[in-house]
């Protein structure tokens, strides 16, 4: 077995029983979620469009708005205190450790791939590759909530 240490980076840690807490709460907060909310699309989906017939396969309950809102805000508190402690951290793995440097390391990069910079900055392109996975997963995660929820209720689609 390889030395955990042998590529000289930082030694992997386990989580404590807390932290793996959390994780099953959230988890367990989020299937519920889900399920209601594809119950609900479903219901929306065929109201709208009048095709029936899943609906007897995974029928509706009652109350299933009341249980995707109650784990909705339980999914919104269980981030928020993530986030809490994460701000209270002194070391905070999460962010970068210079934002400034990173930020224009990544508007550099992303000039360079539009063809607005004739040549990219030195190290830019590890900077930017580091963030890129967070930045394309936050931006998937939210305009995925805005088309689902956001848009059907502006345009009147939901009664």
């Known amino acids: 077995m390889a030395d955990e240490n042998e590529g000289g980076g930082a030694e992997v840690e386990r989580y404590g029983a807390e932290v793996i807490g959390v994780h099953w709460l959230f988890i367990i907060f989020v299937f519920p979620l889900l399920i209601t909310g594809l119950l609900m699309w479903r219901d929306w989906f065929t109201h709208e469009f009048h095709i029936y017939g899943i609906n007897y396969l995974f029928p509706s309950f009652e109350g299933q708005e009341e249980v995707h809102m109650f784990t909705g805000l339980a999914v919104l508190a269980l981030g928020a205190a993530h986030l809490m402690t994460h701000w209270g951290q002194r070391e905070k793995p999460i962010l970068p450790k210079n934002v400034g440097v990173d930020v224009a390391a990544s508007v ?13 900055e030195r190290g830019a392109g590890e900077k930017y590759k580091r ?29």
Request: charged share 5%; aromatic share 14%.
């Open 108 to 120: 550099q990069a992303i000039f360079y791939i539009f063809h607005l910079s004739p040549k990219p």
């Open 131 to 159: 963030n890129q996975r967070m930045t394309y997963i936050a931006t998937v995660y939210v305009l995925s909530l805005c088309g689902l929820t956001a848009v059907p209720l502006l345009l009147g689609w939901v009664n």
